[in-house]
């Protein structure tokens, strides 16, 4: 049967990926980007200027499932980070999460069956890893609203997350954007590579779909192995 989904930050390299895998089965996306996504290949697309409620259009379809994409990942040490800082990731990352749920409730409840939200937080909340203190405190934000929707939504709408380590993407271009520093992340991980968009994204998909249908306010590591494997 053909289900509806939305993809939040459509743009993302993982957005597009999972778009792919959705599309293969034959559902329907829709894509909402900051930026203008024509000749992505979504089956509808809206540009917005932001993440927040006044900005988001009115869809009528019901949905089966949303994703939240859009995060930051600014690192520095924490005497150079300003207040403005932690609180512009904060919004990016945890409260246009929540808008987009509140603007989308109705669509997800009027699923046939139960519909599925997921976001996207960071191996950096369940592993202490310097230079993260904001971007861990707004995934963090975003673990603990996964299992509060979770409680609340239940039995009609599921939310889960994954926690991605570093994966291949615009976002982590200026961590990886030589051979040294990507040999070295490569090694950092227990597999021994950084993730993949595909990585992401089947975890995303399977969390979508009916394959997890009892699966409720869990937070996916995909991750290497970095948040709970030490290689001796
Ligand atoms: N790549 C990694 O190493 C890694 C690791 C852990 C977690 N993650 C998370 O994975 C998610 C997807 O990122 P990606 O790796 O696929 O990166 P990407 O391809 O570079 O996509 C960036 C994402 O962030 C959004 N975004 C960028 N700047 C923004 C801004 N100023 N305001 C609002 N949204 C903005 C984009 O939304 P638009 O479509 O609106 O531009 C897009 O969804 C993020 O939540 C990120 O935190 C990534």
Known sequence: MQKNYLLAGASSAIAQTLLRL????????????????SG????????????????????????????????TINLKPVNRLSEEEFLRDFKINALGAVAVVQQYLQNLKNAAAPSSVVFISTVAVSQ????HS??????????????????ELAPSIRVNAVAPSLTASPL??????????????????????????????????????????WMTGAVLPVDGG????RML
């Open 172 to 213: 982590a271009e200026r961590l990886i954007n030589t051979p040294e520093k990507l040999d070295a992340s490569n090694k950092r991980h227990p597999l021994r590579r950084i993730g993949q968009p595909g990585d992401i994204a089947q975890a995303i998909y399977f969390l979508l779909g009916e394959q997890s249908g």
């Open 40 to 71: 992505v290949g979504y089956d509808e697309h809206h540009q917005v200027a932001d993440y927040d409620k006044g900005s988001l259009p009115t869809l009528s379809q019901p949905l089966d499932g949303l994703v939240y994409f859009p995060g």
């Open 22 to 37: 959705l599309q293969a089965d034959g559902h329907r996306v829709v894509g909402l980007s900051t930026k203008d996504l």
């Open 134 to 151: 904001s971007v861990s405190m707004a995934k963090g934000a975003v673990e603990g609203l996964t299992r509060s929707l979770a409680a």
């Open 128 to 131: 202490g890893m310097n230079f």
């Open 226 to 229: 970095m948040a709970s494997v």
